[in-house]
């Protein structure tokens, strides 16, 4: 159980487009979820925590119009990369608490998508 | 900014412990020790965490000192798949995650 899915895996672009990532919780109805961004050698860094039904708090630094987060179920929560810049590439991870996990602060990881704008 | 400290990089032979140390010196009275990993190009994985009390599960075992001042997470008998960045970081019980650098544990044959 307790199995959280990203889509797609793996994304190449062209600089200037959008690109939508989904990140959705299999087994269990998220309470919140979170999106990380990790570039090559470092450490992940927390861009945003999404609540179902209401907006995302962003982290500072993070531009809320250019990553765009919709958490419209229980379920389900969408990034998307807007007017998308090499700078922009990375490896984009979701994670998610369930209402089992919230009292331990347990996350659900995502497999996580990497994102290529050329 | 993380509140942890860990080394970057350590090594490990198969089948014995493997010993990851931790140091989060300012950490309050009711925030939590977490340990994660991340295999690579995978999403990170939870391990155990801790309060005050040594943890232990099925994975690792967590050792806080009584200051809580410093912990170590122990892979009682590492394997091959063990290999991973292993962060621990320490947070009030439903707060978001701050990873820090962690460390590389490379377990060898």
């Known amino acids: 159980g307790a199995v959280v899915s990203q889509h797609p895996s793996w994304v190449i672009c062209k600089s200037g487009t959008s690109v939508k990532i989904e990140c959705r919780s299999l087994?269990?109805?998220?309470?919140?979820m979170f999106w990380y961004r990790q570039f090559p050698k470092q450490s992940l860094m927390l861009m945003a925590t999404s609540n179902e039904g209401s907006k995302a708090t962003y982290e500072q630094g993070v531009e809320k119009d250019k990553f765009l987060i919709n958490h419209a179920s229980l379920t389900l929560s969408t990034l998307t990369v807007t007017s998308a810049h090499p700078e922009d590439s990375s490896f984009y991870i979701c994670?998610?608490?369930?209402?089992?996990?919230?009292?331990?602060?347990?996350?659900?990881f995502g497999p996580g998508t990497r994102l290529t704008v050329l | 900014d993380a509140k942890t400290t860990q080394p970057p990089s350590m090594d490990c032979a198969e089948g014995r412990a493997a010993n990851l140390p931790c140091n989060h010196s300012t950490i309050s009275g009711n925030e939590y020790v977490y340990w994660y990993r991340q295999i690579h190009s995978q999403g990170p994985q939870y391990i155990i965490h801790g309060l005050k009390n040594n943890e232990t599960n099925e994975m690792a075992s967590l050792i806080i000192t009584e200051d809580r001042k410093s912990s170590t997470l122990i892979l009682p008998h590492a394997t091959l798949r063990d290999t991973a960045v292993y962060y621990c970081i320490v947070t009030y019980g439903t707060d978001k995650l701050i990873f820090g650098t962690g460390t590389r544990l490379q377990v060898f044959p």
């Open positions: 994670s998610a608490l369930s209402w089992a996990s919230l009292a331990n602060n347990e996350q659900f």
């Open positions: 087994d269990f109805q998220a309470t919140t």
